[in-house]
């Protein structure tokens, strides 16, 4: 088995906090006087990462902002130096940068493709090569001779990848590029990582957006606080992101006090706790918690949002059975749903709204917590839309 | 160190189109465009002829004035233009240095080449006023190379350091223009070598400035060999120079992108 092209071995990184170097000289002076060192605030950007990617092997790396993802490709691109442990890898690196970072606006198109190209480290030969095809990539032929200090923010962004996409190293490093430019190009630029992935080059993606690093990635590494989260399966480690990010800011409301939760279960149609449900899958969620006090004309509600936020399903107890529950003080309770999970293949959150009223007052939201699970939805056919609607079809000549 | 040289060997390209940039952008939207690169020390001889030589006497070994001064300031621009613009380019240029590695001392050295060019343009028309003053050229006219090369390693090694330095103090750039200003009084381009006092004449010498400046004047301008002995004595002060600021840079390099 060859050698991994990418090792990190117990990898820290440490930065300063604060005035980060941008001291002048007269502080420095007055600080070497001064009884009491003045002791600089550290922050562990990454803590003990280790982790080895292959040769051919398409790594996404997600997490929440400043997790610790951008101080990666830093070390990986020779950018910055670990603070203690090493960092290993194999052949030449590309970067393929979020924003053409190295355009001048004074020069034109063509004089940046150059530019740029050269500090890539593409030789010149290469990019005399490849120029045409550049310049047909970022569909940017009409402008190429305007200073780039006239082209749009999109048409910026579109020329400084369309460059860095023609690079041809052994490891490519990509952070955030689709954040820019319309659909098509995002689109065109998926492509040709997929095609960098398929010609046996390693890619490390970076990236928020988790149907990306989906559809490109067969592995992925969550960061949490500057340390690996999890590292393996991308359908895994997206829902592990949610539900860390769910548990640091889940909306939650239960001020009133009314009940204390006491556990929860997501449970597939094999009995086990699950993460990952097939398309059309019977699931059963259950609740079970405890009052606190006597409540009336209790009844519970849960809706399930997509990841961008879009509530693809909301129902109660009200509206399935068209009971409302009384409560007495401190009784045990448990909540159950079954729920078919007719939605296409993405990542799901389950929220739930508990309703009632307290000595006899105005029925009211008690309890509301927008994220109790996320769950990922497996598709083996790419459909479009929003439900799996169990399509069958035939075509007969008669 | 070799290999780090090496490095930049293999570089080579990326570093003659950063300075392409340099060059294309200064005078871009710039109406007189490169004639700037002339204009500079043409201006200054003028200034320099009309208040040194007409309403305060200063000698200048017997040399027309205008010739003398030019002589001086042809590279005293250099060095200043290479300085204003090779030290702040860490900083100007941190957009690439936190998202891209390639050897870091690319960006001052592509700013003393950028510099060099103009001074080349600007030596051009020297040779018209020397023509113009039907100066008598000898063969003591090819130790230019060493004096110039004395002179590019002197400003490589400032360069570096105080680029560097720069990344971590910003003082640097609010020093620089007086540093400068100060670094030409003491250096002989208003004023003559000779009529600096006898005994302070070795600690003078210390700056390559002054044995570089006044070589010229005497290859170009008396057609004599620059003075050997305090030559020497700047090629071994720029080379000490070179080596620890190379040094220096080499061993912050890493840090540039943290502490930037």
Redesign the interface.
Known sequence: MNAPAIELNAVSKQYRLGENGYRSLREDIAELFRRRRHEPRLFWALRDVSFAVDRGEAVGIIGPNGAGKSTILKLLSRVTKATSGAVKIEGSVGSLLELSAGFHPELTGRENIYLYGSILGMKKSLIDKKYAEIVEFSGLDQFIDTPVKRYSSGMYARLGFSVSAHLDPDVLLVDEVLSVGDYAFQDKCIQKMKAYRASGKTVIYVSHNLDSVRSLCGRAILLKEGRVGYDGEVEKAICEYYMHSSQGQRARQDQKGAFEILDRKLIDSRGRACVIADSGERVRFELTMKTQEEINEAYYAVFIRRSDGFVVFDTSSDLLNGIRYGHGRAEKLSLKYELSINLLKGTYTLGCNIFGSLRDGPVECLFYEDNIFAFTVKDNISHQGIVNMNAKCSVDAF | MLDKIYELVRYK??L???T??EL??RY??SALGIFWAVLQPLSMTIIFTVVFSRLVKIPSDGIPYPLFSYAGLLPWTFLATSLSFAIPSLVSNS????????PREIFPIASILAAFVDFLIAAVIFSAVLILYKVRLTPNIFYIMPLLLIQTLLILAVSLFASAFN?????VKYALPFVIQLWMYLSPVIYPVSSVPERLRSIYMLNPMASVIDGYRRTLLLGRPPDFYYLGLAAVVTLIMLLLSYKYFKSVE??F????
């Open positions: 390209e990326l003659l189109n950063i392409l940039r294309k952008v871009k939207q957009n690439l240095l936190t998202k891209i590695y390639f990344v971590y103090y910003r003082d890493t840090s992108a943290d502490r930037i």
